[in-house]
């Protein structure tokens, strides 16, 4: 295990997740605050969550499929490499392009479909949207799967950067949300094409392919691309689907706090999803070569650490959720506040679900994830065709924290089966977070009750970050000088 390359990957990618998620609460914050009415913002957020889940299909798992074979071959038979990355951009620009063809055609009735006319305009710009950001992602995933995730950070950095600048240029220029929507075309599409010269210049014309692919190689690469489009198309639907309900069943400016808290809720994640993306093809490393019981350790000590902060995030969340929204986005989306405190639970179901779902697809249970997926978004479906009429934006939230606490759980307990893990130690661990959170909770709480507006709030969070460094420091549940050594 080169615990080197990790730490270069995972700074690498958690400095431009941090930039990614920096720029992303810029714009929001910009566009909330100063150029976009509730509704207006309501409207992008349900324009997003169409293009989400259209976007499955320009997608179709060929991107995950594809690293996995490049992680597999580029050992064993680097030549072979060359037709894999080949044979999935074919497939990629085809599926996108389909999809897009198919906005283009049929915008109008889409936007009726989900009850939502007035996105029709923003839905034809989708078209562009939906090429530009498969692309984009593209080359993050299969920069994975060569293990160079530095590139994979580049990419995402240079197209969080560009979106802030460009999508606050088209609502001066252009105006509403059709202005922001065209931003995010146009920053996507700057970063898909530095991702694909990336590709091709790092990955493609480094390693010289042999004469002809393996027999079969690529038919391999799109039946494992099924079980993966299948878990792929399961998330899109628990992260997309609910915003599209709340549209349907309420109106733009409930979108609009629901797109809100979900944002903030992914800012959050950050650190979790870096680690994750960092990790997964280590894990399928580890597999390969036969030592399962480092790829244990490993994974325990990830998921310790994820537990020890996302547990008392949560906490935290639930308790500064509204002083904080008042304070940051104004009186006017006040109303997300609840929704974001209910989400508090999916912070550290998904924090989880980041360092275990990939992990997965590099050790070759895509299927059993796929499975778990399926049946998770169905039943986030069903609860949000329950409590949404029922609870308003609340309730979708709280369809989405009920279904994929189910899911994580089949998460790891798949991974527990491929790597046999220490549930005892994790167990003790987790109960010794959850009284740092008690603790750090208490001490929020005083001061939340102490005092009033901006000052409560810093005060809070900054008392709370050092209670919660104080005492998981004394408790052994955290070396400073490890983290240190690791990250230096």
Request: with cysteine; aromatic share 10%.
């Amino acid at each position: 295990m080169d615990l080197k390359r990790i730490s270069r990957g995972l700074k690498a990618t958690f400095g431009a997740r941090v930039i990614y998620m920096a720029a992303s609460g810029l714009l929001t914050l910009v566009l909330t605050r100063f150029l976009l009415s509730n509704e207006q913002y309501g409207l992008l957020g349900s324009a997003v969550a169409v293009l989400g889940v259209a976007q499955l299909f320009g997608d179709l798992g060929i991107a995950k499929s594809a690293a996995k074979y490049v992680t597999e071959y580029r050992e064993k038979d680097p030549g072979q490499a060359p037709h894999v990355l080949r044979a999935a951009v074919v497939f990629r620009l085809a599926a996108a392009g389909v999809v897009a063809g198919a906005f283009l055609a049929f915008g109008g009735p889409i936007a009726s479909l989900v009850g939502q006319p007035e996105i029709e305009p923003l839905l034809a710009l989708g078209a562009g949207y939906i090429v530009v950001h498969s692309l984009f992602t593209f080359s993050q995933v299969v920069f994975q799967g060569y293990n160079r995730v530095s590139y994979s950070a580049l990419v995402q950095a240079t197209g969080a950067a560009a979106r802030l600048v460009l999508a606050v240029a088209g609502v001066v220029l252009v105006g509403g949300a059709v202005g922001a929507m065209a931003g995010y075309v146009a920053g996507y599409g700057l970063a898909a094409a530095l991702g694909l010269g990336l590709l091709y210049a790092k990955c493609y014309r480094g390693v010289e392919a042999t004469a002809d692919p393996e027999p079969g190689l690529v038919g391999r690469m799109l039946r494992y691309s099924v079980p993966l489009t299948a878990t792929r198309g399961a998330n899109v639907l628990d992260k997309r689907v609910d915003t599209i309900l709340v549209g349907y069943f309420m109106t733009p400016v409930a979108v609009g706090y629901y797109y809100l808290a979900k944002q903030i809720v992914g800012f959050v994640q950050t650190p979790a999803a870096s680690l994750g993306f960092t990790l997964s093809p280590t894990y399928g490393e580890e597999k390969a070569n036969g030592d399962t019981d480092r790829a244990a350790r490993l994974y325990e000590t990830a998921l310790e650490h994820t537990l020890l902060f996302y547990v008392p995030a949560a906490a935290g969340i639930v308790l500064v959720a509204e002083p904080a929204i008042r304070l940051v986005f104004g009186e006017s989306y006040v109303g997300a506040a609840p929704v974001l405190q209910v989400f508090s639970g999916y912070v550290v179901l998904q924090a989880v679900a980041f360092i275990t779902s990939d992990a997965l697809d590099f050790l070759g249970r895509a299927r059993s994830r796929a499975y778990a997926k399926g049946l998770t978004s169905v039943g986030n479906f069903l609860l949000n065709l329950v409590l949404i009429p029922a609870y308003g934006v609340a309730g979708a939230a709280a369809a989405t924290v009920v279904t994929f606490a189910g899911y994580t759980a089949v998460n790891v307990w798949v991974i527990h089966s491929e790597l046999s893990l220490s549930v005892g130690r994790l167990v003790r661990h987790l109960a010794a977070t959850v009284g740092v959170a008690a603790a750090m909770s208490v001490a929020v709480a005083l001061v939340l009750t102490a005092t009033t507006g901006a000052f409560a709030v810093v005060a809070a969070i900054a008392l709370g970050v050092a209670v919660w460094a104080g005492l998981s420091v004394a408790g052994g549940l955290v070396d400073p000088g490890r983290v240190t050594a690791i990250l230096s």
